[in-house]
């Protein structure tokens, strides 16, 4: 399974766009990119995922590089309740065993 | 729907005393895993199960066992218990898919701590 790559912190104010950054450099060509965040020691939530194209849903946009080494999780308009650990993680075929790393700890300010 | 339910929330073990967590699914989900999560790190996988009567090793087994007997339950085991086994455990469940279907349903946890 590929490694993922994201920084251990960012903030962002209430309101504005929080882009989260993973770098995936050794991703192959079917292996998946999902993201999942964890609010306070609960359990986590899926989020959103893709392999080449750019996804949209309720929640969130993920942007996937061309070359596929890297994407960002975007929060179009961060609220205080998404102040949370935001998990990328690179699957690959049927078992789906997540890998999860340190994430990225976002918090929204007011 | 319940989603994945866990039991208990909350256990104190002794050294060396035994538990079973109790992890139920009501979504008809055929994969299962568990894992386990210390403070300030990601989750651990120890277990996973692909269907009834089929389970395997994730990352960090030792310690630990599981059994599969139905599709709804998925219970996790502690023999003798340790002080490192003090963690908060995450139960989930996903359907059968492929790559493209992996969206995975956790439970609310259960926090164990072995003194």
């Known amino acids: 399974d590929a490694k993922t790559t994201q920084p251990p912190s960012m903030d962002c104010a209430e309101g504005r766009a929080a882009n989260l950054p993973c770098n995936h450099s050794t991703i192959s060509g079917n292996e998946y990119v999902y993201w999942y965040r964890q609010i306070h020691s609960q359990g986590p939530q899926y989020i959103i995922h893709?392999?080449?194209n750019n996804e949209t849903n309720e929640m969130a946009s993920l942007i996937i590089t061309e070359d596929r080494k890297s994407s960002t999780l975007i929060l179009p308009h961060a609220t205080l309740r998404d102040t949370a650990v935001y998990y990328c993680?690179?699957?690959?075929?049927?078992?789906?065993?997540?890998?999860f790393g340190q994430g990225t700890t976002l918090q929204v300010k007011p | 729907n319940a989603g994945v339910t866990q039991t208990p929330k909350f256990r104190i073990l002794k050294i060396g005393q035994s538990m079973t967590l109790q992890c139920t699914q009501d979504m008809n989900h055929n994969y299962m895993y568990w894992y386990r999560q210390d403070p300030g790190m990601g989750l651990k996988l120890i277990y996973y199960s692909v269907g009834a009567g089929i389970t395997d090793k994730g990352e960090v087994p030792n310690g630990y066992n599981v059994s599969r007997s139905t599709t709804e339950d998925f219970p996790l085991r502690l023999e003798l218990a340790a002080p490192s086994q003090t963690s908060v455990y995450f139960c989930?469940?996903?359907?059968?898919?492929?790559?493209?279907?992996?969206?995975?349903?956790f439970g609310p946890g259960t926090r164990l701590t072995v003194l």
């Open positions: 993680i690179v699957i690959y075929g049927n078992t789906g065993k997540l890998i």
């Open positions: 893709g392999l080449k």
């Open positions: 989930a469940s996903r359907i059968a898919g492929t790559g493209s279907d992996n969206e995975q349903f």
